[in-house]
């Protein structure tokens, strides 16, 4: 199946390592990606601060417009921030033929035009709807033996639309993680923010925040934690000694993206492949006995 | 005499000038018209603990014509846009929408709500209209100096360590910034988008 795969532009720095295993573990299920043409940023969550919302709706438009001019496949988005802002503007247009017109005749000046007939799915929704766990499951060589992960799902990747996954209580990450052999782990905090695109500036109350998910992920006997999102991952590891310094604790858990565990799983290189070594908590001790050093 | 009882009684009384304001000029802004003050939106939210008046707060205020406690308010701006709100609300408000309207308008009005995120912000909306992308090298870089040297200095200075793990690691962009190709349209469409929408860059 063919996909415009929008990876955005955490991406191509921080989140090197989802797109780095994506790729690989995308062409091992058979899924055809192809790069979006001369995207745009979708503004992320923080883009409010300085521009109108009509603004930041033209800006995912645009990306929406490309997709259908350069063949009108479904657009893939790995970062939960890039889904949900994309998901939103395209149910606004869908829904609002004054809103639609407005933003024609602004992308006009651009020389661009949007009927409203794209989709626009998350990485999740994609490997799970589209694949399917069962084979997802054939794939795997190297299954994660009962290894306890917390598959935590955050916000953006499944709210506020709840397209392909329920908001409170979504399964999909769960489910996928079970077919790579892991062993989910229940926690309560698996939908809890992590302070998101705010956590650089207001880090005295969002290391709180991820504070809590680590705790409560761990109480719940998680030796790693699986995200399917970049500012998930970037918040929940990067952050991890400032919190220890700041809260007294001893936080050093793993957290890596989904698609490099099915990386790990499928068998494929740990380097080239699962990009391991770009984390900076090292997962190689928690997954020794699935690669065996 | 209603009125006055109620202002005795120390409880607030409406007064829809402001909120009218915010009908008219805030992305959103409008649909704080549908709130029924059942206090799920601070419920749900993660930073809640931390503002100064709930969301719901904010809206009951708006109502009561506290346009000065509002709009200086950092609960306006410590939205993290996690939408558990906005799916919860029984009145179906986009409270996060709202929220970053409020935002926008406070920041338009010479408010400063929340210094560092605003600064941010700010940064990264300058690098998408110039870039059409997010530099993740870049960005920190220019939002740590926007207070000058030696703020900028410091600031760089505290997050060193992070910038270096992240270069270790093949986290960092090592290319200089680029535009995309279509860096000139899309500047043309933002201008006009920013001059049609309600909220105005």
């Given at each position: 199946m063919k996909y415009f795969l929008y990876w955005g532009c955490s991406l191509e720095?921080?989140?090197?390592?989802y797109l780095a295993s994506l790729?690989?573990?995308g062409e091992a299920l058979g899924l055809e990606f192809e790069e979006l043409e001369d995207w745009n940023c979708c503004g992320a969550s923080i883009s409010y601060i300085g521009a109108n919302d009509l603004s930041i709706k033209v800006l995912n438009a645009r990306n929406l417009a490309l997709a259908e001019a350069q063949g009108g496949y479904d657009i893939v988005a790995p970062c939960s921030s890039c889904y949900i802002q994309m998901v939103k503007v395209n149910h606004e247009i869908q829904e609002d033929e004054g809103l639609k017109a407005k933003i024609n005749e602004i992308l006009r000046e651009g020389g661009l035009n949007y009927t409203g007939s794209i989709r626009v799915r998350h990485v999740l929704d994609v490997l799970?709807?589209?694949?399917?766990?069962?084979?997802?499951k054939s794939h795997v060589k190297k299954g994660l033996k009962g290894l306890k992960v917390a598959g935590y799902v955050g916000c953006q990747t499944v709210r506020p639309y709840g397209e392909y996954d329920s908001v409170e209580r979504p399964i999909t990450h769960d489910a996928i993680l079970a077919a790579i052999g892991a062993e989910p782990v229940k926690f309560p905090k698996k939908m809890r923010c992590c302070g998101s695109g705010i956590f650089l500036t207001e880090m005295e109350y969002c290391m709180k925040l991820v504070k809590d998910i680590l705790e409560d992920a761990i109480a719940h006997g998680a030796a790693m934690i699986s995200t399917v999102c970049p500012m998930c991952a970037m918040n929940l590891e990067a952050y991890q000694h400032r919190i220890n310094k700041a809260f007294g604790t001893e936080f050093d858990i793993p957290v890596v993206y989904l698609t490099q565990l099915m990386a790990v799983a499928f068998g494929l290189d740990l380097r080239a492949d699962a990009a391991l070594d770009r984390n900076y908590i090292p997962p190689e001790v928690v997954l020794k006995e699935v690669i065996g050093h | 005499m209603a009125e006055k009882k109620q202002k005795a009684a120390g409880l607030a009384t409406y007064e829809p000038s402001f909120a009218k304001e915010v009908f008219q000029n805030v992305d959103y802004g409008e649909k704080i018209k549908m709130c029924m003050q059942c206090g799920v939106c601070a419920a749900s939210c993660p930073l809640s603990m931390v503002m100064d008046y709930s969301p719901r707060k904010i809206f009951y205020m708006i109502r009561a014509g506290k346009r000065e406690e509002v709009l200086s308010s950092k609960a306006i701006m410590l939205c993290t846009s996690c939408y558990s709100c906005k799916v919860r609300c029984p009145r179906k408000i986009p409270v996060v929408d709202v929220m970053h309207g409020l935002a926008n308008y406070a920041i338009r009005q010479g408010y400063v709500p929340r210094e560092e995120t605003m600064l941010f912000g700010k940064e990264f909306w300058k690098q998408i209209v110039r870039l059409g992308r997010i530099d993740e090298k870049d960005l920190p870089r220019r939002y740590f100096f926007s207070k000058?040297?030696?703020?900028?200095?410091?600031?760089?200075m505290e997050l060193a360590d992070m910038g270096i793990v992240m270069l270790l690691h093949k986290r960092m962009k090592l290319l200089p910034e680029r535009s995309i190709k279509g860096a000139k349209e899309l500047r043309r469409m933002l201008d006009k988008a920013s001059a049609m929408g309600p909220g105005g860059r």
């Open positions: 720095a921080s989140g090197s390592n790729r690989p573990v799970y709807h589209d694949v399917g766990t069962e084979v997802i | 000058g040297l030696i703020p900028g200095v410091k600031k760089a």
